[in-house]
C-alpha cells in the first residue's frame, strides 16, 4: 500500500501560518511652500504611544471600507488640523509588523498645505516645520528619510510636473 503524503500547508502545526501582505497604513509627508523650497512637518509621539519621542511623518491605519487616499486625508485633519490643498501619491513602504506576524506596505502621500496653525492630537505632544536637510536629520525612520529624496525629485517645481497626471489624486 502506498504512503499517502499530506501537501505542505496540511502539515504546518496549528500554530504556524504564512505572512500576509496588505496595504494597511498610510504615511503622509506634510509640506507647505516655502521661499527656499518645501517645509516638511515632522511630528514628536508622546511619552504614552509606540515609539515615545521619535519624530515621524503623519502616519495611520486604513479603516476597513476605506480607500488609501481617503485615510490619508482623514490622518491628516485628525493629527494636525491642518486642510489639504493637493493630495498626491508618492511611494509604497514596506515593513513587518511584528503584533501581526504580517508585512504591511504602508501608501505613502505628500499632502500639500497652506500655512496654518498645527492642532495635535493625542498621540503626538510637538511639531514642527523643518527644511529638507533637517527633516532628513530628524525623521527616526529611513524609509522617511528616503522618501524625502523622492518627494525632493517629483516636485522640485511645486507639483509632480509631468507626473501631475498620474501623481495628484482626486479630491
Known amino acids: 500500500m502506498a ?16 505572512a500576509v501582505v496588505r496595504a494597511g497604513v ?14 516638511h512637518l515632522a511630528l514628536r509621539r508622546g511619552r504614552e504611544t509606540r515609539c515615545p519621542g521619535t519624530w515621524e511623518t503623519v502616519h495611520g491605519r486604513i479603516e476597513r471600507g476605506e480607500s488609501p487616499p481617503d485615510a490619508a ?4 485633519r485628525e493629527e494636525t488640523g491642518l486642510a489639504i ?3 498626491y501619491a508618492l511611494t509604497v513602504n514596506p515593513f513587518f509588523m511584528q503584533s501581526t506576524g504580517n ?20 498621540e503626538h505632544d510637538s511639531a514642527a516645520w523643518l527644511s529638507h536637510t ?5 525623521y527616526h525612520w529611513p524609509r522617511e528619510r528616503e522618501s524625502l529624496a523622492h518627494i525632493a525629485i517629483l516636485f522640485r517645481g511645486g507639483n509632480a510636473g509631468r507626473a501631475e497626471d498620474v501623481l495628484l489624486m482626486a479630491p
Do not use: C, I, M, Y
Open 26 to 39: 498610510v504615511d503622509v509627508f506634510v509640506v507647505r511652500d516655502a521661499r527656499r523650497g518645501w517645509q
Open 134 to 138: 533637517a527633516a532628513k536629520k530628524r
Open 3 to 18: 504512503r499517502r503524503v499530506s501537501p505542505p500547508a496540511a502539515r504546518r502545526s496549528a500554530t504556524t501560518r504564512e
Open 103 to 122: 508585512v504591511e506596505l504602508a501608501v505613502a502621500f505628500v499632502a500639500v498645505v497652506s500655512p496654518g496653525s498645527v492642532t495635535l492630537g493625542d
Open 85 to 87: 490643498e493637493r493630495l
Open 73 to 76: 486625508r482623514r490622518e491628516v
